[in-house]
């Protein structure tokens, strides 16, 4: 059963679950809390108490994303198959661009991430992109094969990064925004443009 706290302004829904794990961890799932505790554990307050902070700042941020979401218009009318032309001619540029060689780009739906890159040079792409603007596109492909230089999110990867997207902080914040567009389209489908 959900149970609410309040910390300061913020009223926060959670779950208390006990699973076969080492340490107690805390999720935000859709803007509520679930708190995940090693079996037999059964304080929840007093992990709850500690990490009031972080509860707080990740539940404000990811209700701000949510709501954000409502306001993002769908491109509805890009099919599969335009979604991998585009994607194949951008890889083909930025290959060029980079200096660096794909593999094979892969599609299909995935549920965590917009795309990822492999120690074998391939590209994983999500085929929800289709439903993005180009410019965010762009950014994903351009953002997975700078992973063929280097495999890190350092601070050379985000110099690589900001010679061709200035304002990639903007992008990546407009990237999280659209994934709860699409879910919520996902999910319900009575998607309104
Ligand atoms: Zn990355």
């Not at 930025?94 to 391939?122: A, I, Q």
């Not at 180009?134 to 690589?160: A, C, P, R, S, T």
């Amino acid at each position: 059963m959900d149970k609410k706290i309040k910390i300061h302004d913020l009223e926060v829904k959670y779950r208390v679950v006990q699973r076969k794990v080492k340490y107690a961890r805390l999720e935000i799932k859709k803007g509520d809390l679930l708190v995940v505790l090693p079996e037999g554990y059964h304080d929840h307050e007093k992990i709850m108490k500690k990490h009031q902070s972080w509860i707080y700042n990740k539940v404000s941020s990811i209700r701000n994303t949510i709501e954000s979401s409502k306001y993002k218009k769908l491109k509805l009318e890009r099919s599969d198959g335009e979604l991998k032309d585009l994607v194949n001619s951008l890889v083909e540029k930025f290959s060029s661009e980079l200096g660096v060689k794909v593999n094979n780009v892969f599609f299909r739906k995935m549920k965590t991430r917009w795309g990822s890159c492999s120690s074998r040079k391939n590209l994983t792409i999500n085929t929800l992109l289709k439903y993005l603007p180009d410019n965010l596109i762009h950014y994903v492909i351009f953002h997975e094969m700078v992973h063929l230089i280097e495999w890190n999110h350092g601070q050379k990867f985000w110099n690589i990064i900001s010679k061709k997207f200035s304002d990639y902080q903007k992008i990546r914040e407009t990237l999280s925004i659209y994934w709860f567009t699409v879910q919520d389209y996902i999910e319900n489908g009575d998607y309104h443009n």
